[in-house]
């Protein structure tokens, strides 16, 4: 069965700071991949995916991700992190051949930012 | 603007009382999901549709309804029989097969007193 882990439930980081949020999955082949970002409260804005050739996905408000199917790892990335970064942060998978387009989360980054 | 639309945003609900929670979208989406979100835990998927007058059960679907009459609509009613009803309910769509992206509402809290 298909399956996604952050390790990481909370992570505080400084303003302008480097940002790497983990997500490893399982699944017998090479899934759809996603990351989503939600507000407190809000619903939840697609960031980047990745569904097939080169491994390192560029997003929205800066942020990029790289695939990695030997370590079976999406880690998301932002060089410099903005307040407004603070959120938290779903890295989902979906399966190529599912008929359903049904996605798989995980359980979620809290993400808290530092002045 | 395209999107998808949800309410009430938050509702109080008694104990052994039904309720329903309204999802429409304008996206002319095929597919249609339900999510479930508690602190700690993602989002777990309560019902999908991918078609008119078809839905299937996801991971958590005791003690919850639905109905595709519409394509635009997909309401959920969270029956008296869901032991823990209390959470953050989102809604989402997508063009269906294969997976692509979800496209979701702005959610809507149940509260049961």
């Known amino acids: 069965a298909q399956s996604v882990t952050q390790p990481d439930i909370h992570i505080t980081v400084s303003e302008g700071a480097s940002l790497e949020l983990r997500c490893n999955y399982s699944y017998g082949a090479t899934p759809y991949l996603f990351w989503y970002v939600q507000s407190p409260g809000q619903g939840l804005q697609l960031l980047l995916k990745?569904?097939?050739?080169?491994?390192l996905v560029q997003g929205i408000k800066g942020f990029e991700a790289e695939f990695k199917r030997s370590q079976s790892s999406f880690n998301l990335r932002k060089p410099s992190v903005h307040w407004s970064d603070a959120a938290e942060y779903f890295c989902a998978v979906g399966a190529r051949s599912s008929n359903t387009g049904k996605l798989i989360f995980g359980q979620g980054t809290t993400l808290q930012v530092k002045p | 603007d395209g999107g998808i639309t949800q309410s009430p945003k938050y509702l109080f609900r008694k104990e052994g009382q039904n309720v329903t929670l309204s999802c429409e979208q304008n996206?002319?989406?095929?597919?249609m999901y339900w999510y479930r979100q508690d602190p700690g835990q993602g989002l777990r998927l309560i019902y999908y549709?991918?078609?008119?007058?078809?839905?299937q059960k996801g991971d958590i679907a005791e003690g919850y309804s639905v109905s595709r009459e519409k394509k635009e609509s997909f309401p959920l009613t969270v029956t008296s029989a869901q032991k823990n009803p209390t959470a953050f309910y989102l809604c989402?769509?997508?063009?269906?097969?294969?997976?692509?992206?979800?496209?979701f509402g702005e959610g809507s809290r149940l509260t049961v007193l």
């Open positions: 549709s991918q078609i008119v007058n078809d839905f």
């Open positions: 996206l002319n989406h095929d597919a």
């Open positions: 989402a769509s997508s063009i269906g097969t294969p997976p692509g992206e979800l496209f």
């Open positions: 990745y569904f097939s050739g080169d491994t």
